[in-house]
């Protein structure tokens, strides 16, 4: 007689299915990525960074003004203290996700040194690995389907690609003049159901080194608070800026601590982009949401690296300064050289790079990826198209400023022969 069936006793009365009597045709083996990576474009980068790789392969001397890659070293104090703590046997084992707090500590007392803002360093402020780890990492806390972002327009790549992976959606405004996007802000937040969610910043901007007053910031908090968007602003050239200009903090704006971060770097001023030390400051709730994915993911920097960055952030200011000024001498000679030869170039205030219109006959004769080709294929010269920044970056060249000053006037010289 069958048992009374019982849900938690196994089946074991249940007929074998017995092994199949053909063998399966066999399928190729495929690989299938996720939708997040699918939408992702091809790298726009990749055919001159391929062209510039070949180039110098068959030995050719190629000036590359294409990635704002540092090439000056750290101060040799901060180099030293690496050597320290590295030397320390305490130090190697798995250190805080969030940052040791005396580095903490440190990026509260700049901040308040340079912009007179008030920071709790134990929740207002957190370590990144580099500030593009801290920034796609928040866009995983803030976004999801569903959920828009305001970005500039041309963008540096990460903050358009931090929100599509994070599954949200973008909308690109203009950066070119301040009171116009932050009017287009107010608009799209008044025509979009839902409102956006975030808007990112960046000043000095990169790749087009427009930069804004602080009046722009106090702007964007009452639009902030208006429409219920949280703010993030990537301040990543805070340290590098020209002619007596000073980069304003968005968090020096009344009640920016209400409504976003602030993401600053030691990759640019302090020269040291390959350390991977970057920062988030700012509303505590946002750091959290952004402390919860990174304890997920990561277990902090190498405790050497980040004592060595506070011995940067608390004694190198002076070498900063001088980098800065090193930056101006370069970008003085490459806009010079490039109006020397008819180019409609802007001198930035800040930032590491020269924001360059195509000239014609070639801005009306070709893309600006087959212009910044040609320039690399006939006059060895590499830089970053315009295009590689999206639609809105078309027409320009980003030029930048990594390269000495001598090597800069050598490679006017090239352009000029390369465009005859
Ligand atoms: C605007 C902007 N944000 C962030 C970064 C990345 O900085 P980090 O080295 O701190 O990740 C860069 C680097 O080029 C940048 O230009």
Not at 3 to 31: C, K, M, R, Y
Not at 113 to 129: A, H, Q
Not at 329 to 338: A, Q, T
Request: aromatic share 10%; proline share 8%.
């Amino acid at each position: 007689m069958n048992q009374p069936f019982d849900s938690d006793l196994p089946n074991i009365d249940a007929p074998a299915i017995g092994p199949p009597t053909t063998d399966p045709v066999p399928q190729p083996f495929e690989v299938k990525f996720a939708t997040r990576v699918d939408r992702l474009p091809p790298y726009m980068f990749g055919r001159i960074n391929n062209s510039l790789y070949q180039k110098r392969r068959a030995g050719d001397d190629v000036i590359d003004l294409g990635m704002g890659n540092p090439s000056d070293p750290p101060d040799p104090s901060v180099i030293q203290k690496l050597a320290d703590a590295a030397a320390d046997p305490g130090n190697h084992g798995y250190s805080k996700s969030n940052g040791i707090s005396n580095l903490r500590r440190e990026v509260a007392s700049k901040y308040y040194r340079l912009y007179g803002v008030r920071l709790d360093p134990d929740t207002e402020v957190m370590s990144c690995l580099g500030s593009k780890e801290g920034f796609s990492h928040m866009c995983l806390a803030l976004m999801g389907p569903g959920d828009t972002a305001i970005i500039p327009s041309p963008y540096f790549p990460v903050h358009m690609y931090g929100v599509i992976l994070a599954a949200g959606n973008v909308v690109a405004l203009d950066v070119a003049d301040s009171e116009m996007f932050l009017r287009n802000v107010a608009y799209t937040c008044e025509h979009m159901a839902p409102t956006p969610k975030v808007l990112i910043v960046n000043y000095p901007h990169n790749p087009s080194s427009a930069v804004i007053e602080p009046e722009f910031f106090v702007e964007v908090v009452r639009l902030a608070k208006k429409y219920g968007f949280m703010v993030i602003h990537d301040f990543a050239y805070a340290d590098v800026a020209f002619d007596g200009y000073r980069p304003p903090s968005f968090l020096a704006a009344k009640g920016a601590k209400d409504v976003g971060v602030e993401f600053t770097t030691m990759s640019k001023g302090y020269n040291m982009a390959g350390w991977r030390v970057g920062f988030c400051a700012g509303n505590s709730e946002m750091i959290r949401g952004l402390g919860t994915v990174k304890g997920y993911y990561d277990y902090g920097m190498f405790a050497a690296v980040q004592i060595a960055a506070i011995v940067a952030l608390r004694e190198t200011d002076t070498n900063v300064e001088k980098q800065s000024r090193i930056y101006q001498g370069r970008r003085d000679v490459l806009v010079s050289g490039l109006r020397r030869l008819g180019w409609d170039v802007t001198p930035p205030k800040a930032g590491m790079f020269v924001w360059a219109k195509v000239p014609e006959p070639w801005a009306s004769s070709m893309s600006t990826m087959d212009f910044a080709l040609k320039l690399l294929e006939e006059g060895n010269v590499a830089v970053s198209p315009g295009s590689g920044f999206g639609q809105g970056g078309e027409g320009f060249l980003r030029m930048s400023l990594v390269e000495n000053e001598q090597r800069l006037r050598q490679a006017v010289r090239q352009i000029s022969k390369c465009l005859g």
